[in-house]
């Protein structure tokens, strides 16, 4: 049985203050890429008491995804965005979930984002990481943009950055490190650049910048 909204709102505003608290609440925060960014950026916002997530994806679970990624064994063969949408209201019952199943096109981009405040790029696709940060840019400019570069091996944790780009435009990771060029990706350091992503969220919500 899930605590009533009011206790969960109130206990929320004890850790962030009601004025912060209350801007998590209304604000409405896509992300785009469910893997071990995504996922891991949705449960820190979920927990934070972001009020609405959208979530966009159309690929499913598998067994590789486990050691970096926030779903379960019994998940697998599932679509992502069905199976994080199950376990984000285990954790935060009264977070708002809007699911797309689809792949992000510049064609659909638009219409599917048009509500969000901010929008987290989560892809491990470059080809797709540009698209969707050129089409926010570009034809969403009053939007902000969060997306992540370099994340890979087991390089130091302090490397892992977040940097202001633009007014509306921040870049997670280390910037350099690829998937192609040896260990791959291990599961602490794809949850650190998604901890700095979430993280730019908040502190925008809160009204923080990066200089």
Same mark, same amino acid.
């Given at each position: 049985?899930?605590?009533?909204?009011?206790?969960?709102?109130?206990?929320?505003?004890?850790?962030?203050?009601? %004025?912060?608290?209350?801007?998590?609440?209304?604000?409405?925060?896509?992300?785009?890429?469910?893997?071990?960014?995504?996922?891991?950026?949705?449960?820190?916002?979920?927990?934070?008491?972001?009020?609405?997530?959208?979530?966009?994806?159309?690929?499913?679970?598998?067994?590789? #995804?486990?050691?970096?990624? *926030?779903?379960?064994?019994?998940?697998?063969?599932?679509?992502?965005?069905?199976?994080?949408?199950?376990?984000?209201?285990?954790?935060?019952?009264?977070?708002?979930?809007?699911?797309?199943?689809?792949?992000?096109?510049?064609? #659909?981009?638009?219409?599917?984002?048009?509500?969000? %405040?901010?929008?987290?790029?989560?892809?491990? #696709?470059?080809?797709?990481?540009? *698209?969707?940060? #050129?089409?926010?840019?570009?034809?969403?400019?009053?939007?902000?943009?969060?997306?992540?570069?370099?994340?890979?091996?087991?390089?130091?944790?302090?490397?892992?950055?977040?940097?202001?780009?633009?007014?509306?435009?921040?870049?997670?990771?280390?910037?350099?490190?690829?998937?192609?060029?040896?260990?791959?990706?291990?599961?602490?350091?794809?949850?650190?650049?998604?901890?700095?992503?979430?993280?730019?969220?908040?502190?925008?919500?809160?009204?923080?910048?990066?200089?």
């Amino acid at each position: 049985m899930y605590p009533a909204k009011e206790q969960w709102y109130r206990a929320l505003c004890e850790r962030h203050s009601e %004025d912060i608290q209350r801007k998590f609440t209304s604000a409405t925060v896509a992300i785009c890429g469910l893997g071990g960014l995504g996922s891991n950026i949705a449960v820190a916002l979920a927990r934070a008491g972001v009020g609405k997530l959208v979530l966009v994806d159309f690929d499913k679970v598998d067994i590789t #995804n486990l050691h970096r990624q *926030q779903y379960k064994a019994e998940q697998i063969g599932r679509f992502k965005t069905e199976a994080l949408a199950e376990n984000l209201k285990e954790i935060s019952p009264y977070t708002e979930i809007v699911l797309h199943t689809v792949k992000l096109t510049e064609e #659909n981009t638009v219409d599917l984002l048009e509500d969000a %405040d901010i929008i987290c790029e989560a892809f491990d #696709n470059v080809e797709c990481k540009a *698209q969707l940060v #050129n089409t926010v840019l570009e034809r969403m400019p009053h939007k902000y943009v969060v997306a992540a570069s370099g994340m890979a091996g087991l390089s130091s944790a302090n490397t892992i950055r977040t940097r202001k780009v633009t007014s509306k435009f921040y870049l997670c990771g280390d910037e350099i490190s690829d998937v192609r060029d040896g260990l791959g990706l291990v599961s602490s350091r794809v949850m650190l650049c998604a901890s700095h992503q979430a993280h730019m969220v908040l502190r925008i919500l809160a009204n923080e910048f990066e200089v």
